[in-house]
């Protein structure tokens, strides 16, 4: 009987009208959630002569906002979707790299995501046996990130927000892919100005800048209207190296910008061809930091850097090398 978390399901569908529910139909294994729903009381101040406490008919309910954040464990197969909507406002390019057959190369830069949104259902077991369905519709990633340090496994955070929660939609089948590996610290390399670069940590994030106050007097006011950006996106991150010379430190100290990658491989797909993710920041400039003394061990610095936009280019590329062939 599912009476535990060990039977909650997480599933994704593409909406072809934003907030128009679609059945999930990629599920995705993950690590947890925070996705809430919260409805505000709208409560009256006005004086009741003699009453000290407020009466039960002086308040009305107010807003629905849906947010929250959904952690998943990344796989070589089965993300692509995912990762589209996280960090290329659901769009992508899709091409077989030279040399494959049944490799594809899923290529995810910035873009405007308007017009664009997610249904997503999360299965949430009670005890008495049964596996809740909480569809939210209208979801809008507003925040990603990705992030993995030794010892780990590669790991996408995603935040949302969402149009509205309902519990009266019908549990959708859970199917996963029937083979999947994941991407982990073991397969990491990076780069740094072109050359190798040897981290204890990296992560990469990328905050869209999108308005998720958009509540108006309106039919259905008390749901949001779609989010839309309406600030500068922030593309940011740190990694952690070894105190190895002053090359890092000058390069934060001058304000010298330099190109940044980041790639996890997996298994082999065909030929010289291997499952990965990959990050590409063509301008990323360092804005730490000086290495302390901490002890008697080795000095390390944590680097903080910022992704800046040049000319046409997106200030990011994500590159996902899978054997699926539609994202």
Known sequence: MSRSGLWSQLG??????????????????????????????????????????????????GKRSVSGSVAVEVADRGFGQLLAYAFGGG???????????????????????????????????DTAGTVNPFTYTGCKIT???????????????????????????????????????????????????????????????????LNTDRYLQRTGGTLIKEPI????????????VEFESLTQYNRYVSGTPATLAGTWQGATIEGSLLYQLSVGIPVARFDGATP???????????????????????PYTVTYRTTDTTP
């Open 12 to 61: 994704f569908a593409a909406e072809s009208t934003v907030g128009t529910s679609a059945t999930p139909t990629r599920f995705l294994e993950f690590v947890n959630e925070s996705v809430q729903l919260t409805i505000e009381r709208v409560e009256s101040k006005a004086v009741h002569s003699s009453q000290r406490t407020m009466r039960s008919d002086r308040w009305v309910a």
């Open 91 to 125: 769009t992508w390019a899709i091409s077989t790299p030279s040399g494959g057959t049944n490799t594809r190369d899923i290529t995810i830069t910035q873009t405007l995501n308007y017009g664009r949104s997610m249904t997503m259902q999360i299965g949430r077991p």
């Open 143 to 209: 925040e990603a990130s990705l992030s993995c340090a030794v010892d780990d496994l590669l790991q996408l955070s995603v935040n949302f927000a969402a149009h509205d929660e309902a519990t009266g939609t019908s549990l959708a089948s859970v199917s996963y892919p029937a083979t999947q590996s994941l991407l982990s610290w073991v397969g990491g390399t990076f780069s740094l100005a072109g050359s190798a670069l040897d981290v204890k940590d990296f992560s990469f994030q990328v905050n869209h800048g």
């Open 229 to 240: 950006e309406a600030a500068m996106a922030e593309v940011s991150g740190s990694f952690t």
């Open 292 to 314: 302390n003394v901490g002890g008697p061990d080795i000095l390390e610095m944590q680097v903080p850097f910022k992704a800046l936009a040049a000319g046409t280019l997106s």
